[in-house]
């Protein structure tokens, strides 16, 4: 079945500066690759998300690459803020299922 | 529009004790999972529904039964509540391109 790993599991990043999570996964038929942001005690939510037929998708400072061939995808921050801090979770669906299955997560903390 | 709403918020129970966790979303989706989250922890699926009807195991089924009783309702049973069943319980309705989560149950089994 399909596996998502993700690294790192902990970054701490000067407020300003970027900060990268990046997720490998396994199946090579996954065709949909969206990054969920939860805030301390809050539910998850999508932020982000990315089709397979792209490469980029920007969203303000988010972003989101994709490498098929390589089997990973990465989320980009740029110009971090407090608000940025949160645990960050992405996710890859097995193409034959309804589910998707999330990485274990990573907490970004933003410094001052 | 409610999106996807849970109850209980906080639930305490002691060890061997049963209680139904209550979920319901009102966006016309297909598909309702069930996760639970533990301390510091990721997101683990025990049960999921892709349809009316429909419900299948997902990682960690164990100590756990669900019930889809209608499009808007799937609700997650503790037969007998053990101590490591101690999590954030969360519901969710969508699919495999965008789920939509509810606001968690806080469980804790003493």
């Known amino acids: 079945g399909e596996n998502v790993e993700q690294h790192p599991s902990t970054l701490s990043v000067q407020e300003g500066d970027s900060a990268v999570i990046k997720c490998t996964y396994s199946?090579?038929?996954?065709?949909?690759f969206p990054w969920y942001k939860q805030e301390l005690g809050k539910r998850p939510q999508l932020i982000i998300d990315?089709?397979?037929?792209?490469g980029e998708k920007k969203d303000q400072r988010i972003a989101v690459t994709l490498n098929k061939t390589a089997k990973h995808f990465s989320l980009h921050i740029t110009e971090t803020q407090p608000e940025d801090s949160a645990v960050y979770f992405c996710a890859a669906p097995p193409n034959r299922d309804d589910k998707i299955i999330f990485g274990k997560g990573t907490r970004l903390h933003i410094l001052p | 529009n409610a999106g996807v709403t849970q109850t209980p918020k906080f639930q305490v129970l002691k060890t061997g004790q049963s209680m139904t966790l209550q979920c319901a979303q009102d966006?016309?989706?297909?598909?309702m999972y069930w996760y639970r989250q533990d301390p510091g922890m990721g997101l683990r699926l025990i049960y999921y529904s892709a349809s009316e009807g429909t419900t299948d195991k997902g990682e960690v089924p164990n100590g756990y039964n669900v019930s889809r009783l209608n499009k808007r309702e799937f609700s997650l049973r503790l037969e007998s509540a053990a101590p490591s069943q101690t999590s954030v319980y969360f519901c969710?309705?969508?699919?495999?391109?965008?789920?939509?989560f509810g606001p968690g149950t806080r469980l804790t089994v003493t």
């Open positions: 969710a309705s969508g699919g495999k391109w965008e789920q939509y």
């Open positions: 966006m016309n989706h297909n598909s």
């Open positions: 990315i089709r397979s037929n792209v």
């Open positions: 199946d090579s038929a996954s065709n949909y």
